[in-house]
Nanobody
Framework: VQLQASGGGVVQAGGSLRISCAAS????????MGWFRQAPGKEREFVAV?????????HYADSVRGRFTISRNSAHNTVYLQMNSLKPEDTAVYYC?????????????????????WGQGTQVTVSS
């Protein structure tokens, strides 16, 4: 499986940006897919994921809930992150991650080490 992230850029505080992650290769029908981020000098942190196992559930970090929305286009194996009301502290490299299968339990969704596949990252810079 390959993950290709795109759509990063520079935006002013309060603005919006949408980033995308396209998956290719031997993907599956049950998965967890979404975004982590890493700011300079900081640890990687969980942002948001979609979990599809039959139905869909959406999981967000507290820091982005209400401002960011994750969605998917199943026809194109693509996940999007719509980021609104951006703040300077959202500045980071955003990494797409995916886990294919049914073994990732809810309590482990926010832990990056549990994901099998990673994209190359896309830079998001929010200026004040």
């Amino acid at each position: 499986v390959q993950l290709q992230a795109s759509g990063g850029g520079v935006v002013q505080a309060g603005g919006s940006l949408r980033i995308s992650c396209a998956a290719s290769g031997r993907t599956g029908s049950s998965y967890v897919m979404g975004w982590f981020r890493q700011a300079p000098g900081k640890e990687r942190e969980f942002v948001a994921v979609i979990r599809k196992r039959g139905g869909e559930t959406y999981h967000y970090a507290d820091s982005v809930r209400g401002r960011f929305t994750i969605s998917r286009n199943s026809a194109h194996n693509t996940v999007y992150l719509q980021m609104n009301s951006l703040k300077p502290e959202d500045t980071a490299v955003y990494y797409c991650a995916a886990y294919y299968g049914t073994g990732l339990i809810s309590s482990s969704i926010s832990r990056g080490e549990n994901y099998n596949y990673w994209g190359q990252g896309t830079q998001v810079t929010v200026s004040s």
